[in-house]
Each structure stands twice: as C-alpha cells, then as structure tokens.
C-alpha cells in the first residue's frame, strides 16, 4: 500500500522507514533549521525509488544559488526522471527539471499549477514561494500562498510555515499589519520559525520601526538561532535596525560575529556580508581589513555567471577589498550569461550587468557613470531578485553618487522621495541634510 503523508499526498516508492527522515526534512526546511540534506539523504538511503525525496533534496539544491549545487539539482532531476509517480509527482519533477536548468519562472509557474490542485501540498508552496522571492515576485510571494490559506488551519503540521509564507508576501506587498499579525502568530505557533521570524523584521524595517526591529530580535535569539541555517539573514536584519540609527560599532560588532565571525563561502550568507560592508562603505565607514576575507571568499564563484543578484554582492567585495582580476572575471563572466537561453541571462541584462558595472564605476570614484547606469533600472531592479531591503542598497548606492557628484537638484529629488517612503529613518533624515546643503545646479 502507498504511504500518504499528513495531507493524504500519496508518496511513491517510498516505505515507512523512508518517509520518518523525509518528513523530517521538510519540516526543518519550514523552519530552516537543522540539516533537512542530511536527512532526505537517509530517506533516499532507505527507498531509492521514493520520487519525493529525490525531488525535495533536488529543491534544496536548486535553490542555493551556487554553480555546484545546480549540478546536485540536475543529478536529482535524473534521477527522478524514471522513477514511478502520480500526476501530482510528476509535475513536481518537471518543476525541478525547470529549476535545475535556470528556467525559474517555468518551475515557478508548474509550481503554482501543483498548490491550486492540491493547497496542502506544502513542499510546492515553499519551493515556489522562496522561487517567487529570488525572482524578485512581490506579487506572488502574497498570493501563491494565499491561494492555498483557506484549506489549511491551525493545527494542521507546517501551518506555521505557511502563515510566516504568507506574512512575508503581504509585507513585499506593503500590507505591514496584516504582515505583522501572521508573523507574530507564526512566530507564537513555532518560535523556530526563521521565516516568519525575517517577516516580522522585514515589516519593521520598511516602517523603519527600528527600536521594535531591535526588541523583536533580540528578545529570543535563541529560538531563531539555534540549529538555523536562516540565521546570518536574521542578525543581518539586526545590524540594519542598528545601521539606520548611526550604531556603526554595533553593526561592526555583529558583522564580526554572527554575520560574518565564521567567513561562510555559501553565497546567501556572502550576501548579507557585502550587503551590511557595502552600506559601510557607502557612507565612508573605514571598515579595516574585512573586505579582503569576504572578497577572497567571492573570488572563486567569480566566474560562475549564474545568478545576477550574486554577482553585484561580490562586486561590492572586489570593489571594497580593492582586487581588479576577479572584478574582471565577474564581468566577463556576466557577459557570457547574457548570451544564454536561461532566465538568468535576463536578470542580468536587465539589472545584474549595469548594476555591477555601478559598483564598479563607485569604487573608482566615478559617481556620474554610476548615477547613469543605476537611474533606469532602479524601477525594474526586483527582476533580478531579493527583496525590498535586499535592494534597498541600490537606492543607497544612488543616492551616495549623487550626493558626490554635487548635483543638488537629483539628491535633492531623491532624499525627499526616500523621507516620503521613510519618514522616520534617521538616515533618511541625515541624507537629507546633506543634499539640502548642496548648491543648486
């Protein structure tokens, strides 16, 4: 007899013994905690032939954004390919197969297809909601999931997961209140539930809410630390409630520890490295010698060219730590993906290359080149991934070239639309002052 799982979803191929470490592994991915590979690993040791597993360690894979992984999620896609499945299965392994070969928005669209036949299917919710967020999705990162709410209630398993999903569309979305209740009672449901945990920060940080944002993190860091591979996200959210209050030894402090203390080589976490340094950098934070472990660690990845939002972050660290060859590399390496078929040549041509060749031209003290190329993408730049506060720094970026350039009237222009979006940000309130002080040009 075929195992089903708590939501009566049929798992081919796999056996009891299968299925205990395959269900642990998807609940440690709603948590982000622990190590859901080692654990679909040891399904996949028991039942060889359970599709599922294949599929859900193929996800994991295909979501990291790295070049190495990609070649784990393709192995996984084969090896599902011949596997026996239901129709519900096998559209699974055609949105693996899609991410697996760069074609985000086709797996993100058989994905969506998965949860409106079956809402409870809770590995196409989160495989497509966290597809939705690296494409940049604002709008279905709220509604993939809330297509599927009103099947799920509380007390089924993962609803917390789905509540803290669904908290992180509806603030992308700019409904914070709402946002804020179902990340609270994510939070509430399962206190290790990174996700909601960042859907609540994020809330704050687009209110620029900073004391709540320092309150709210830091009043059970043990609940979303431990065990939690969410977690250099999650103190990265910290150092910017203390970065946009001027707390420049406190954001050092963390980036040495927790952000960055242990020099990770995965690119999520490299990204919150450059990001936290970048802005640092940006207002003329002398920042010692930390830009050369990070920019060392990027060097290697420098030209893999298959993930646009990557690249700008490792060009804040060639640019910081000051290494021209890898910068070069990068470049031409972002070149070559723009003559690609897959969604990242897009992301890059449309946002990824001019952004990088932004950075660039910042760290060479060409502040109107980088005015010039960031001006026409600021608009489109969620195609390339991330979210709000992810891209933020692109405005930042801006904003600082500006303000160098001298032209008052565009930092004047631009300050006055970042009060209006945040009101009550000291740094806005500080870059304001500056461009007033500006002459007019």
């Not at 697996?100 to 495989?127: E, M, Y």
């Not at 999931?145 to 992308?172: D, T, V």
């Not at 003329?284 to 990557?310: E, L, M, Q, S, T």
């Amino acid at each position: 007899m075929a195992i089903r799982d708590a939501f009566d979803l049929t798992l081919s191929g796999a056996t009891a013994a299968g299925f205990t470490p395959y269900n642990q592994a998807v609940r440690e991915l709603q948590c982000f905690i622990g190590d859901p590979v080692a654990s679909v690993d040891r399904a996949i040791a028991e039942d060889p032939g359970f599709v599922m597993a294949h599929v859900f360690k193929g996800y994991l894979f295909g979501l990291a954004t790295e070049r190495e992984a990609t070649a784990v999620a393709k192995a996984c896609h084969e090896a599902a390919l011949p596997l026996a499945a239901t129709t519900r299965e096998r559209a699974h392994v055609s949105a693996l197969g899609h991410l697996a070969n760069g074609r985000w928005h086709d797996a993100a669209g058989v994905l969506g297809d998965i949860a409106i036949d079956f809402p409870l299917d809770a590995v196409a919710l989160q495989t497509g909601h966290q597809i939705d967020f690296f494409t940049g999705n604002a709008r279905m990162l709220r509604d993939r999931i809330a297509r599927a709410l009103p099947s799920w209630q509380s007390g089924m398993p993962g609803y917390h997961a789905i509540l803290g999903m669904q908290a992180f569309g509806l603030e992308e979305m700019g409904d914070y209140a709402q946002a804020e209740r179902l990340g609270r009672t994510a939070v509430d449901l399962e206190p290790r539930d990174g996700w909601a945990q960042h859907a609540v920060a994020h809330v704050m940080e687009m209110q620029s809410r900073q004391m709540d944002g320092i309150a709210w993190m830091r009043a059970n860091p043990e609940a979303w630390t431990k065990e939690s591979f969410l977690k250099v996200h999650n103190w990265w959210h910290l150092a910017l409630f203390h970065f946009d209050l001027g707390e420049t030894d406190e954001v050092l402090a963390l980036y040495d520890g927790p952000i960055y203390g242990e020099r990770s080589t995965l690119a999520l976490n490299m990204v919150d490295a450059s990001a936290i340094l970048w802005r640092l950098y940006l207002g003329g934070v002398d920042v010692g010698n930390r830009w050369a472990a990070v920019a060392a660690n990027w060097a290697p990845k420098a030209g893999d060219g298959n993930y646009a939002f990557n690249d700008a972050h490792a060009m804040m660290a060639f640019v910081g730590a000051g290494v021209e060859a890898p910068a070069q590399t990068l470049l031409e390496a972002q070149r070559e993906a723009m003559q690609g078929s897959d969604d990242n040549a897009v992301f890059t041509r449309d946002v990824g290359h001019p952004l990088t060749l932004a950075i660039k031209a910042f760290g060479a003290g060409n502040y109107a080149e980088t005015v010039r190329l960031i001006r026409p993408i600021r608009a489109i730049a969620y195609r390339f991934g991330g979210s709000h506060a992810q891209r933020d720094v692109i405005d930042l970026t801006l904003i600082e070239a500006a303000l160098r350039t001298g032209d008052g009237a565009l930092a004047r222009a631009l300050t006055a639309e970042r009060s209006t979006a945040r009101p009550d940000s000291p740094l806005s309130a500080l870059l304001s002052r500056r461009a007033a002080n500006l002459s007019e040009n």
